[in-house]
């Protein structure tokens, strides 16, 4: 029996519909339950609920045998993965997005910028040229412009009705993301039969 790791959140519903679709989980897991690792009944996958941030660390240390998380958390964590699969769901974007009127290209203090992804803004900018002060943020970063506390963000736009309902426009993307199915490295060499079955399955949409 393989160990995966799944998402709570943007990309929970979507991933276990896949594993549904695909006979690899029987149901979903109860909503209402805390438990944070249960078995499925079809007996083919324990189930490990983890933040989408923590996704990668679950594999790479080796408690699970496999995830699924977003490019972007790949990308910013720079992890020792294999990502063999683009799961074609949970399709977002990295934009840089600020209060109307806002112009990189006009804008001359130092830019402070509020996101969850420091490792990408920061290589972003500098490969621009550009020096910037991150501000780290954890959540409703659309927020920090509204408030005075960024000039802008960098953060996922799916809807983009976060951005709309706060008044907020998108300036540039410079990410495009979706979900990934990660794989311990030395797990993806010993072979194991199972992990074969589930990449081949996830593979055919
Ligand atoms: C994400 C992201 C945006 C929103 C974008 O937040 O940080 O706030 O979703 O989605 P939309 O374009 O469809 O409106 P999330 O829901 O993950 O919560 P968070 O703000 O607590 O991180």
């Known amino acids: 029996m393989l160990t995966l790791a799944l998402p709570k959140g943007r990309l929970a519903d ?3 519909q896949l594993l549904i679709r695909k ?3 029987e149901d979903k897991p109860n909503d209402k339950s805390k438990e944070l690792k249960f078995l499925d009944p079809l007996g083919k996958l324990n189930i490990l609920l983890v933040r989408a941030q923590d996704v990668p660390t679950y594999v790479t240390g080796q408690a699970a045998d496999a995830g699924i998380v977003g490019f972007d958390v790949i990308k910013e964590g720079n992890y020792d993965l294999v990502y063999p699969l683009d ?3 949970g399709k ?3 934009s840089i997005a600020g ?5 990189l290209k006009k804008h001359l ?3 402070r910028v509020a996101t969850k992804y420091p490792g990408i803004t920061r290589e972003y900018f500098f490969s621009k040229g550009m020096s910037c002060e991150i501000i780290k943020l954890y959540g409703s970063i659309e927020l ?5 506390l960024a000039d802008c963000i960098v953060d996922i736009v799916e809807s983009g009705e976060t951005l709309k309902a706060n008044g907020l426009v998108e300036y540039e993307t410079i990410l495009q993301s979706s979900a990934r199915l990660v794989i311990n490295r030395s797990s993806l060499y010993t072979g194991r039969s199972e ?3 589930l990449i081949k399955d996830l593979e055919i949409n």
């Open 99 to 103: 209060n109307p009127g806002f112009d």
């Open 87 to 89: 799961l074609g769901i």
């Open 195 to 197: 992990l074969i079955q």
């Open 23 to 25: 006979n690899w989980l």
């Open 14 to 16: 979507d991933s276990i």
């Open 109 to 111: 203090r130092k830019l």
């Open 92 to 94: 977002c974007r990295l």
């Open 144 to 148: 920090a412009p509204l408030c005075g």
